[in-house]
């Protein structure tokens, strides 16, 4: 039998774990992968053509191929399997091994599971790992978080597989305990931001200017070569020239508008609520994708409120250069959010988090890479303590110039019956966020006035309670 042959371990050898062990095969890495289902294995082996990759059905085989501390990453579905898995495996790991969760794990289970596993000597690993199937292939984007020491164990093998953007990896160390799989959550949570504005940006384009889907594809693709460059907007161009074979149409009219999740973008706008950290363009998308659901609800409601998607202006030129405007702030709050909401959970967690190296990370591989995410990660660079991403005077000069545009777009969606939810609660935020005075007085006042809750006075110290009711 093969002991000690391998320095790194797969569990769940689906497309995104074989893909990962082909990835470290092309470095160099020599790579073991586990799976009941034993064809997983051989598939895995005629993948790698005769690099040093191996499948293994037999778990104690595939543990004691590993080097020693092993590293062994688990790409299980989140919730209930990881747990069993980690049960089959505690009684056969040893002092110093770590056990790396690859999956979108909800990042108060890993802190259970590292709690449940350091009294053995065992460091576990939350790691989000972003950028899909090929992502995995060519180069992801990683947050590992856990043991730092145990983390240089893995650093050569994470760095080696990452994908780099000026040759530097798209990996770092997060943070302690589930520091990593908290920040891929609010990742996927700024990632439900950008897909909703996106989808708002096709609905305005489409139903407010009258536009075909090849001209729509052609913005898209336009935007991807200028400030606004990224995945998804390049996906989102391709999307608008697939066809299936021999079709007349894009596949894209052929998908029902009901959006799927698998929970990350819910979990951030729960934890942003007990945080008290506002990401209302996170919520807002997190809120439509439920609400596209209601199909038929909403077939029955659109006779009785026939307003929807009316011609919202016409001239088209000058109202494209104020969506990529309006498109540009907008993005720009999502990602402003989603830090903010990094910066409270890092104190109230204690994961010590460094927003410019999860910037930097976040430039390649993962699924919200983008251009902006240089200016993000120069701006953390310069003030490691800036208060929120808008207080950088170069970000605050770009989204100023963006917010005559965002204006008018918004003010003819409106006018036009068009739902932008997503662009109108950016726009929204940034208009409070940057508000010396909020209406919030007046809800001090109500709620002394019926539940004597008290308030604070302008310029004066303490706290103070009315009989408002003269009556
Ligand atoms: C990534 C993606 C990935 C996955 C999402 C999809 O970073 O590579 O975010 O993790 O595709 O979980 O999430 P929903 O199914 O909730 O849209």
Redesign the pocket.
């Known amino acids: 039998m093969l002991t000690d042959q391998y320095d790194f371990g797969m569990i769940g050898l689906g497309t995104m774990g074989r893909n990962l062990l082909l990835n470290m095969a092309d470095h160099g890495v020599r790579g073991a992968g586990y799976d009941k289902d034993g064809d997983k294995g051989r598939l895995l082996e005629q993948e790698a053509n005769g690099t040093a990759v191996k499948g293994f059905s037999d778990l104690q085989a595939f543990l004691d191929s590993l080097k020693q501390p092993r590293a062994i990453m688990m790409l299980v579905p989140a919730g209930k399997i990881v747990d069993e898995v980690i049960a089959e495996l505690q009684p056969l790991l040893s002092k110093g091994d770590i056990l790396i969760d690859g999956g979108?794990s909800y990042f108060k289970d890993t802190e259970r599971r590292v709690a449940a596993l350091e009294p053995q000597g065992l460091h576990f690993f939350g790691m989000g790992i972003?950028?899909?199937e090929e992502?995995a292939r060519r180069g992801p984007s990683m947050m590992p978080g856990g043991d730092k020491e145990a983390y240089r164990v893995m650093q050569p093998i994470l760095e080696a597989i990452a994908a780099k953007v000026d040759h530097e990896p798209c990996v770092t160390y997060i943070g302690p305990g589930a520091a990593g799989h908290f920040v891929k959550m609010v990742?996927?949570g700024i990632?439900y931001g950008l897909m909703q504005l996106i989808a708002e940006t096709y609905a305005f384009m489409k139903q407010g200017l009258g536009m075909d889907n090849e001209a729509i594809g052609n913005v898209f693709g336009e935007w991807n070569r200028g400030r606004l460059q990224s995945f998804l907007l390049e996906i989102t161009a391709s999307i608008f020239s697939y066809r299936e074979k021999g079709a007349d149409h894009l596949l894209l009219d052929d998908i029902r508008d009901e959006a799927?999740?698998?929970?990350?973008?819910k979990w951030t706008s729960q934890i942003a609520m007990d945080l008290e950290a506002p990401i209302p363009t996170i919520d807002i998308a997190v809120s439509m994708r439920d609400l596209s659901k209601y199909k038929s609800l909403r077939e029955q409601l659109s006779a009785s409120f026939a307003n929807a998607g009316r011609p919202a202006g016409d001239n088209r030129e000058a109202q494209l250069a104020q969506l990529e405007q309006a498109f540009f702030g907008s993005m720009v709050m999502a990602y402003t959010q989603g830090l903010h909401l990094l910066a409270k959970g890092s104190d109230a967690f204690g994961y010590e988090l460094d927003l410019a190296a999860i910037a930097r990370i976040w430039r390649g591989g993962?699924?919200i890479r983008s251009a902006f995410l240089q200016d993000i990660y120069a701006a953390f660079t310069k003030d490691a303590q800036l208060p929120l991403l808008l207080a950088d005077t170069a970000v605050a000069a770009q989204v100023t110039e963006a917010v005559p545009g965002w204006r008018k777009i918004l003010g003819e969606a409106i006018a036009s019956g068009l739902a932008m939810p997503a662009y109108a609660a950016s726009l929204s935020y940034l208009d409070s966020i940057s508000s010396a005075h909020m209406p919030t007085n007046l809800i001090q006042a109500q709620r002394d006035y019926f539940g004597a809750h008290t308030y604070e006075k302008v310029g004066s110290e303490g706290v103070f309670h009315t009989q408002w009711s003269q009556g």
């Open positions: 979108n972003s950028g899909g992502g990742h996927n990632e799927r999740a698998k929970g990350t973008g993962c699924i």
